[in-house]
Structure formats: structure tokens, C-alpha cells
């Protein structure tokens, strides 16, 4: 069973960065999606970032390309969210999410949070002044 545990949310103010990591465990295949969700109540959950395990792919979302950014260690099983120039907006409860198929890291997808199978418990982030 796949687990993932997110940490690095918080408070912080607009303009500033913050850093999501999300460890994974209990997978055992080598070519998977791994994505970045948020999620603001009352709303649809929406595809922040994702890459494919061994396919050097990665995928941002257009509403926070040029500032956020997507990374991973392997040695760690853990992958990371790059957050720059936050704002107010970006406020929410982000999530990782796992999915076996690789290809579910996909524009398609991403706009359909139910494609992975397995997620985490999220961390809170709130940009404000």
C-alpha cells in the first residue's frame, strides 16, 4: 500500500517561497506519476504539478508556471514542490498524489484528481500578510 506524507506547509507572506516535500513508501514499481494537488473549500480539487518516475517529464500547471517548480530524490523517495512569489491565491490544502500509470502525469489528468489511486493527508499552506 502506498503512503505518502507531506510536511513544509504554513503561514507565510505574499512574494515569499516555501517548500513542500512529500515521502513516499510501499510502492514497487519504478515508472509511476507523482503529482502536487491543492485544494481550496468549496472547490474543485486542481492539478498543481506532476512527473513520471523514469521519462525525465514534468508537468506545471499554467496558472503557476514560472513560479513554481517540481524536484525530486530518489535516494530519499521523496519529491518536492518549489513554491516562489506566492500568492494570496495559492492559499489551499495541497496534497501528493501516486498513481502506478505513468502516464496519468498528463494535462488530461491533472484535471482529474480521481485518476490517482493513492494520496496523502495534505499540508496546509496560507500566503498572507
Known amino acids: 500500500q502506498v503512503q505518502l506524507v507531506e510536511s513544509g506547509g504554513g503561514l507565510v507572506q505574499p512574494g515569499r517561497s516555501l517548500r513542500l516535500s512529500c515521502v513516499a513508501s510501499?510502492?514497487?514499481?519504478?515508472?509511476?506519476?507523482i503529482g502536487w494537488f491543492r485544494q481550496v473549500p468549496g472547490k474543485e480539487r486542481e492539478g498543481v504539478a506532476c512527473?513520471?518516475?523514469?521519462?525525465?517529464?514534468?508537468l506545471i500547471s499554467d496558472f503557476v508556471k514560472g513560479r513554481f517548480s517540481m524536484s525530486r530524490d530518489n535516494a530519499k523517495n521523496t519529491v518536492y514542490l518549489q513554491m516562489n512569489s506566492l500568492k494570496s491565491e495559492d492559499t489551499a490544502v495541497y496534497y501528493c498524489?501516486?498513481?502506478?500509470?505513468?502516464?496519468?502525469?498528463?494535462?488530461?489528468?491533472?484535471?482529474?484528481?480521481?485518476?490517482?489511486?493513492?494520496w496523502g493527508q495534505g499540508t496546509r499552506v496560507t500566503v498572507s500578510s
Open positions: 510501499g510502492f514497487s514499481s519504478d515508472d509511476y506519476a
Open positions: 512527473q513520471r518516475s523514469k521519462r525525465g517529464y514534468t
Open positions: 498524489a501516486f498513481d502506478s500509470r505513468y502516464y496519468r502525469c498528463s494535462e488530461y489528468d491533472m484535471e482529474r484528481s480521481t485518476a490517482y489511486d493513492s
